[in-house]
């Protein structure tokens, strides 16, 4: 016996590619098992403006290969209020949905958890190209923003590399240095800046000078968005080293769009299919993740109170690499 017969699903924050993919895994699934599954349009916003619909296999046919979210996503400070989730669960209570798959960061699972207070059984997905949500090794989109990041660099060097130049690149992360630390280590960057990790800009700017000294060619720093702008750490090097001509390169949006690599659709589609089958076995108010290739669930509170561990041994590796 199932514990939910009509679920929905929403995607919410900043959207990441693969979205689709998970949605299209939560509506399969779901109906694979029986249930009537509903979209709703724009978050949080499209609940509270009762904007759902009934949603077929075919509804979400052809998508898992494209970025953005089908759904659309919104944020939404009424749903902040006690008054605004109140709604949210009377909307879904008089249409009989017992159920619902919420894909987002941190703030859209404190909405879940607010949901599921009010008697709704909720299933967080991690869906953001940050990385930052604890109890998860990978969040849906990562990968995908981190590709993005290494072909931009890629391109740079080549440029770089031409006029003995060096490249500062800010990627996002919002508070996060992941998208950073990992593109930075597949791309061979010569230094990696992250908030998890204090740094001397003017000690960067001598090594960097050194090394083009031994007879490197070019030198590319990561900057991740919680350190500060790409453009201050520019002049920041300009300032102490003028002869290493740095140049600024703002990645910005770039790194959400385009279509999510296979491994963030697996994951997606994993994580969907999870969501599912645990609302079915009667869980509640958890968020899904996978850890050291399991699917995992873990309290939702617990994941928004816990600040994700950041990869002290990757980043140590990436500087051993650099030289
Ligand atoms: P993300 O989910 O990517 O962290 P936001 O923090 O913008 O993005 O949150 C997305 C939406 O989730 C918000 O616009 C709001 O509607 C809802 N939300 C955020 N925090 C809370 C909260 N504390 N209680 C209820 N809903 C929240
Ligand atoms: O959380 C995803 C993210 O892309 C962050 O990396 C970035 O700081 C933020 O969203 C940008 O938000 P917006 O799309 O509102 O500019």
Partial sequence: MSAVKKIAILTSGGDSQGMNAAVRAVVRSGLFYGLEVYGIQRGYQGLLNNDIFAMDIRSVGDIIQRGGTILQSARCLEFKTPEGQQKGAQILRDRGIDGLVVIG?????????KLSKLGIKTMGLPGTIDNDISFTDYTIGFDTAVSIVVDAVNKLRDTMSSHERASVVEVMGRHCGDIALHAGLAAGAETILVPEVPFDLNEVADRMRQ??????????????EGVGKGDDVVEAIKKRQPSLEPRATVLGHIQRGGSPTPFDRNLASRLGDFAVRSLIAGESNKACGMIGGEMVLTDIEKVVATKKQFNMELYELASRLSQ
Wanted: charged letters at 20%; a negative charge.
């Fill in 105 to 113: 960061g941190d703030g859209s699972y404190q909405g879940a958890e």
């Fill in 211 to 224: 090394n083009f000294d031994n007879g490197k060619r070019h030198s590319i720093v990561i900057v991740a």
